[in-house]
């Protein structure tokens, strides 16, 4: 869970500190410095947005706990979390073309009009969104223990992570390809969103909601494999098997368990377990290749000449910064 908790507050975190930095650095080239107050008061207000629907979470995570269905709002919490982490991957993917150009035109017109209130607006719903997003997904990884995750180190190191390289960036020590950045933190992310995929196919198997083509004489999904002796899931899995066998696990079901949290490994899946995994990887390289990225799709001229390499845009803006 940490390492799920580390990548995902990187990501989200460390994408608002670029934005807003982005926001910062254009306001000093057009010399509306005094702007800037405005952008850290929304960034302000999301953070403590986004802490108040941590709570809400907690909240209502709890509530239905008192009544027994805990189980049915954490599988929701996944299945909503796999389409959202898709979807975050998806539109960064897509944002990176140009993210720098519509930054900049939504500030150019609140700098012309001398909108506090939509430099506000615009910062605050920046940082919202990825304060949200990371207050949902924690609540997938840790089955509705948000303040457990928000507190944990792979949490804090993550933000962490992402003020240093923020800083480091805007800054001009150390040169950031985001767009190698982004490629391979959505890869991973992809990865966790197929886990909690898995996962939440499993449960709703456990809870008789979902059959199996494959069952036992009892009407339960049967295990397409089982390879616990290699490596189990969990380190409980590695302490039965040892006592009932009285033999020793190939690798570690502490190992077993970070891979089922990173990867959705299972050493005893149900077909449907197996087959989901699979599907949503094919599923969502179609999605980015064909929808996203438009693959097949002849690029104008117009939008052939946008087409740059976006961290040399924000490079750009960050040393106009130190200039």
Same mark, same amino acid.
Do not use: C
């Given at each position: 869970?940490?390492? #799920? =908790?580390?990548?995902?507050?990187?990501?989200?975190?460390?994408?608002?500190?670029?934005?807003?930095? /982005?926001?910062?650095?254009?306001?000093?080239? /057009?010399?509306?410095?005094?702007?800037?107050?405005?952008? $850290?008061?929304?960034?302000?207000?999301?953070?403590?947005?986004?802490?108040?629907?941590?709570?809400? %979470?907690? @909240?209502?995570?709890?509530?239905?706990?008192?009544?027994?269905?805990?189980? $049915?709002?954490?599988?929701?919490?996944?299945?909503?979390?796999?389409?959202?982490?898709?979807?975050?991957?998806?539109?960064? !993917?897509? #944002?990176?073309?140009?993210?720098?150009?519509?930054?900049?035109?939504?500030?150019? =017109?609140?700098? !012309?009009?001398?909108?506090?209130?939509?430099?506000?607006?615009?910062?605050?719903?920046?940082?919202?969104?990825?304060?949200?997003? !990371?207050?949902?997904?924690?609540? =997938?990884?840790?089955?509705?223990?948000? #303040?457990?995750?928000?507190?944990?180190?792979?949490?804090?190191?993550?933000?962490?992570?992402?003020?240093?390289?923020?800083?480091?960036? %805007?800054?001009?020590?150390?040169?950031?390809?985001?767009?190698?950045?982004?490629?391979? !933190?959505?890869?991973?992310?992809? %990865?966790?969103? =197929?886990?909690?995929?898995?996962?939440?196919?499993?449960? @709703? #198997?456990?809870?008789?909601?979902?059959?199996? @083509?494959?069952?036992?004489?009892?009407?339960?999904?049967?295990?397409?494999?089982?390879?616990?002796?290699?490596?189990?899931?969990?380190?409980?899995?590695?302490?039965?098997?040892?006592?009932?066998?009285?033999?020793?696990?190939?690798?570690?079901?502490?190992?077993?368990?970070?891979?089922?949290?990173?990867?959705?490994?299972?050493?005893?899946?149900?077909?449907?377990?197996?087959?989901? $995994?699979?599907? $949503?990887?094919?599923?969502? %390289?179609?999605?980015?290749?064909?929808?996203?990225?438009?693959?097949?799709?002849?690029?104008?001229?117009?939008?052939?000449?946008?087409?740059?390499? @976006?961290?040399?845009?924000?490079?750009?803006?960050?040393?106009?910064?130190?200039?």
């Amino acid at each position: 869970m940490n390492f #799920q =908790a580390f990548l995902i507050t990187l990501r989200e975190a460390l994408e608002a500190i670029l934005i807003v930095g /982005l926001i910062l650095s254009y306001l000093s080239r /057009l010399k509306a410095e005094k702007f800037n107050k405005w952008v $850290y008061a929304g960034v302000g207000l999301a953070l403590v947005s986004s802490f108040l629907v941590a709570l809400m %979470f907690q @909240v209502i995570f709890t509530g239905f706990a008192s009544f027994g269905s805990e189980v $049915y709002l954490k599988v929701g919490i996944m299945f909503a979390s796999v389409l959202l982490l898709t979807h975050m991957v998806g539109w960064m !993917t897509k #944002q990176t073309k140009d993210i720098k150009g519509d930054m900049e035109k939504k500030i150019n =017109a609140a700098v !012309t009009l001398g909108s506090v209130s939509a430099m506000i607006i615009h910062s605050y719903l920046i940082v919202l969104r990825e304060g949200v997003e !990371t207050v949902f997904f924690f609540a =997938a990884i840790s089955g509705g223990e948000v #303040q457990k995750v928000l507190t944990s180190y792979g949490a804090l190191s993550g933000l962490l992570t992402a003020l240093i390289l923020g800083y480091l960036f %805007f800054s001009g020590t150390m040169k950031i390809s985001l767009k190698a950045f982004f490629r391979v !933190t959505g890869m991973l992310i992809m %990865f966790i969103a =197929a886990g909690l995929f898995v996962q939440a196919v499993g449960i @709703v #198997q456990d809870l008789g909601l979902v059959g199996s @083509v494959m069952e036992t004489a009892d009407g339960k999904p049967k295990e397409l494999y089982n390879i616990v002796e290699f490596m189990p899931e969990h380190f409980v899995d590695e302490q039965h098997y040892e006592r009932d066998t009285g033999n020793d696990v190939l690798i570690s079901g502490q190992v077993g368990l970070f891979m089922s949290a990173m990867f959705g490994y299972s050493h005893n899946p149900s077909v449907e377990q197996v087959a989901a $995994y699979w599907l $949503y990887f094919i599923a969502v %390289f179609s999605w980015i290749g064909f929808y996203v990225k438009g693959f097949g799709r002849k690029l104008s001229p117009a939008e052939q000449k946008e087409q740059k390499p @976006v961290e040399k845009r924000v490079a750009h803006s960050a040393k106009s910064v130190n200039a």
